[in-house]
Structures are given as C-alpha cells and as structure tokens.
C-alpha cells in the first residue's frame, strides 16, 4: 500500500501562484510514477501532470503547460504540483496519485489516490 496525503491548496487570486505537495509513504516512492489529477464540481476528473520514477520525464495536459512544473524528490519521498498565473478555470480539487511502471496521463492507471487538496482562484 501506498499512502499519499496532498497539502498547499488555498485560495488565491487570478495570476497567483501555489505549490503543491504530496507525501508518500508505506512503499518505495521511487518505484512509482506519480500524476496530478483535477476535477471541477460537477465535471469529470481531468488529467493534468505527470512525471516518470526518477523524474527524468514529465508530461502536463495542454491546458496547463506554460505555467505548471511537476516535479519529486525521492529522497523526500514528495511530488511538486507548482503552479503559476493560475486562473479561475483552474479552481478543483486537485489529487495525487501513484502507479507502477511508467507515467500516464490515463486515471484508471493510477492504483493509489490521495484525497485531494481545493484550489480556489479568484478572478
């Protein structure tokens, strides 16, 4: 089993920034690709960052590169989530999750899931 607890949400203005954090543990952390997800009230759960076991790949969604970077220290056994000029549309819930093998931007993918941490942005 896979533990991940998420932190570094809040609300802050449009163009604002936050980082982002998830804290594994139970697991090698370095055995595992980590990924971003989001997801809006009343929309789907939306892909949003990647990043393969040793952090020499990443991939964003199209919708947040330019302004998010993800990225993990395995000695920390944490995932980075930061994200800059943030917009209203980037308000979710956003979550953290864990699978073996390679990066994916698919969910079901992903066998361990934090319980989200809300990003508000204001506009």
């Known amino acids: 089993q896979v533990q991940l607890i998420e932190s570094g949400g809040g609300l802050v203005h449009a163009g604002g920034s936050l980082r982002l954090s998830c804290a594994a543990s139970?697991?090698?952390?370095?055995?595992?690709?980590m990924g971003w997800f989001r997801q809006a009230p009343g929309k789907e759960r939306e892909f949003v960052g990647t990043?393969?076991?040793?952090?020499?790949?990443?991939n964003l969604a199209d919708s947040v590169k330019g302004r998010f970077t993800i990225s993990r220290d395995n000695a920390e056994n944490t995932v980075y989530l930061q994200m800059n000029n943030l917009k209203p549309e980037d308000t979710a819930v956003y979550y953290c999750?864990?699978?073996?093998?390679?990066?994916?931007?698919?969910?079901?993918?992903?066998?361990?899931w934090g319980q989200g941490t809300q990003v508000t942005v204001s506009s």
């Open positions: 139970g697991r090698t952390f370095s055995n595992y690709a």
């Open positions: 999750a864990a699978k073996g093998s390679g990066s994916s931007s698919v969910d079901y993918e992903y066998n361990y």
């Open positions: 990043i393969s076991r040793i952090g020499f790949v990443t």
